[in-house]
């Protein structure tokens, strides 16, 4: 690989459960990590919403950047992110959690940029 290449990647694809998972994806040393998507589907077909929390650099209320609540009794039972600023460079990470359940499912994509 060279400087500036990039390379699709998908980093990760799970349930969600209540407990932040700190650093689901983490920046690494030689790359540059931009998040593109991260798709959030409700599995259940449930009637009761959730809400999912997206973290930056830790887990702490203060690290919050993001809540997305979705609503299944209105229609809504997945949604897809995508005008994202979000990169992470070595010591950076991201962290997502549900608020009751484990029945999200989560999918993350994007590109590796290399740096050296």
Known sequence: MAIGDMTPK???QKALTTTATDSAVAGEADVRKYITSITLNLQTGGVTGRT???YKNGTDASNEIL???LNPTNGVAYHVLTELPFFLEV???????V???TDINILVNGVEEELV
């Open 67 to 69: 809540n997305v609540y």
């Open 91 to 97: 010591g950076q990470s991201i962290s997502f959690k």
């Open 52 to 54: 999912i929390t997206v």
């Open 99 to 101: 608020d009751v359940g």
């Open 10 to 12: 998908e980093w990760l």
